[in-house]
């Protein structure tokens, strides 16, 4: 996986996270109908992906149990 700067220009979704960023200093409200809407669209996909799909929920168990795994490890 590549390590990234968030200084850098893109966007991104952090999986499993549901988090979407957008390297934008627009409101959410105020993407649709700019050309930002298309990369939201995109990211939102990948949500959608991550929790109504058997890989996303697989994929979603396994980082949960190697968080539970590194938290009883401490």
Excluded: Q, R, W
């Excluded at 992906?49 to 149990?65: H, Q, R």
């Amino acid at each position: 996986m590549k390590d990234f700067d968030k200084e850098e220009n893109f966007d991104y979704y952090l999986p499993v996270f549901l988090t979407i960023y957008l390297n934008t200093s627009k409101k959410y409200k105020d993407i649709f109908g700019s050309e930002d809407e298309n990369y939201l669209f995109h990211k939102y996909i990948h949500f959608l992906e991550d929790i109504f799909t058997v890989y996303g929920c697989a994929n979603a168990s396994k980082v949960f149990n190697n968080i539970k795994a590194m938290y009883h490890h401490v």
